[in-house]
């Protein structure tokens, strides 16, 4: 079933000392309790996060929103003992009562004497909380290894500051871990395991690399004007792509923030190779030929490379542009755009990613410079358009549950789009913020109640 804002009744718990000897009783008032179809003494099912609870139903004088329990029943779930807002669905026929979301974040956490620190996504932490306070949903954040069957260490945030808890399995979970390695390691595997066995959906399960993205969206034809062409690095494939192309640019399958990336470019037999992350001294290097730069690269390469054909991209006062495209599935599981935004490399980068000194700026600004006013709004139109295409076919041909994408596109001195790159966990710096919560926090929640809602539903 579809569900949008609209479907969910906020219904806020109260925790009071006076019911302590009721710990299985929820108090309601008359308007709720009709709205529902119940009476007083009622038996129903309470279903928050992942815990399914056999409650009595009273009346109280109450405001129609709340929902009155004792502090024991808060520490029994268990959740911090104070009023949490929650969106509810009452489902008649199975006389079951569904509260949401219990959403968790998980991550690397420093812990720090000021607190804990959630690194390049700790204010974003804040905001996901902030959006859960408005429209209804209890939030926390916790590290992979507290993972447990019964409940999970984690932090919640609470007057300005992140409090340490115990809370009760969430009923969904939003993966950012930054490491790939951690990502990759057995102990990792072993917990998506163990969330697994429980039924709770993790989104954005993993990292996805360069070269998978580019074998799922080769796979729909239509996309192939828009795909750079791309091959596994090889020496036989490097010398076959500079007899092709003029330069190529040899990128790690698995690299991020446009690090480690190499322009490669050949004048006769002469090897010139610019460096994204190699300083300043080294940042440009000359080889007599091929042979000599494989040789050198051979040495030093950690990885597995792909090699792809050079765009001639256009540019903005000289400088490296693209587009970052914010992607995200809403309530009613289909894609939207939620940003774009420019990017433009510094003075001394090929490459446009903020991490590498690049700067951000609206797309109106470098588009109009290229195009008259018109063809900028068409090309803007475009390039979400073609985001939205690339998101589908990713979250449906990818293994794992996808709710977010950050895609790169690149526009080319005649106006042709291409995908540069998609990220499936894009960094919260690519993004405008003018207000206290980034419409990415709203929307991560968003598909996340969805989810979360769902899941509850299957128990």
């Not at 192939?224 to 792509?241: A, K, R």
């Not at 640019?249 to 923030?257: A, C, R, T, V």
């Amino acid at each position: 079933m579809l569900m949008t804002s609209a479907s969910y009744l906020p219904i806020t718990i109260v925790p009071s000392k006076t019911f302590q000897d009721h710990q299985n009783t929820v108090y309601l008032s008359s308007s709720l309790l009709n709205h529902w179809g119940l009476n007083p003494s009622d038996e129903l099912k309470l279903c928050i996060g992942t815990r399914l609870l056999h409650v009595q139903v009273e009346v109280r004088a109450l405001e129609k929103d709340l929902l009155l329990v004792s502090e024991a029943f808060m520490s029994n779930l268990p959740l911090p003992i104070k009023e949490i807002r929650f969106m509810s669905q009452y489902d008649r026929s199975h006389r079951t009562l569904y509260l949401g979301p219990v959403f968790a974040l998980i991550t690397e956490i420093q812990e720090q004497e000021n607190g804990p620190n959630f690194r390049s996504i700790h204010s974003f932490c804040e905001e996901l909380h902030f959006t859960s306070n408005i429209g209804g949903g209890f939030f926390y954040v916790f590290h992979i290894k507290d993972f447990a069957n019964n409940a999970i260490e984690g932090y919640y945030y609470d007057n300005e500051e992140w409090k340490k808890g115990s809370f009760l399995l969430p009923n969904v979970i939003y993966n950012r871990i930054h490491s790939r390695t951690i990502e990759a390691s057995s102990f990792f595997k072993k917990k998506v395991n163990e969330i697994a066995l429980h039924q709770i959906p993790l989104f954005n399960d993993r990292f996805l690399s360069k070269w998978e993205v580019h074998n799922l969206l080769f796979a729909e034809e239509h996309l192939h004007p828009f795909l750079p062409d791309t091959q596994l690095f090889s020496p036989e494939v490097l010398h076959l792509f500079l007899e092709k192309y003029d330069s190529v640019f040899m990128k790690p399958i698995n690299g991020s923030q446009g690090r480690n990336i190499f322009r490669v470019t050949q004048i006769g037999r002469e090897i010139i190779v610019q460096s994204s992350s190699a300083s300043e001294q080294d940042k440009r290097k000359t080889f007599d030929d091929l042979e000599d730069f494989i040789e050198w690269f051979e040495k030093r390469k950690q990885t597995i490379f792909l090699v792809q054909k050079t765009i001639p991209l256009a540019t903005f006062e000289g400088r490296q542009l693209d587009f970052r495209v914010l992607c995200h599935k809403n309530f009613q599981d289909t894609w939207k755009v939620t940003s774009i935004i420019a990017r433009v490399s510094s003075k001394t980068q090929f490459v446009s990613n903020l991490a590498q000194g690049g700067e951000m700026m609206k797309p109106v600004i470098p588009l109009t410079e290229l195009f008259d006013y018109k063809t900028a709004r068409s090309q803007a139109t475009f390039m979400k358009e073609l985001s939205l295409e690339v998101a589908n076919v990713i979250s449906q041909s990818a293994e794992g549950i996808v709710g977010e994408l950050g895609i790169d596109i690149g526009i080319d001195e005649n106006g042709r789009l291409f995908i540069i790159e998609v990220n499936s966990k894009p960094s919260k710096n690519a993004e405008e913020q003018k207000a206290k919560i980034r419409p990415s926090a709203k929307a991560i929640f968003e598909y996340g109640t969805t989810l979360a809602f769902s899941q509850m539903k299957k128990e």
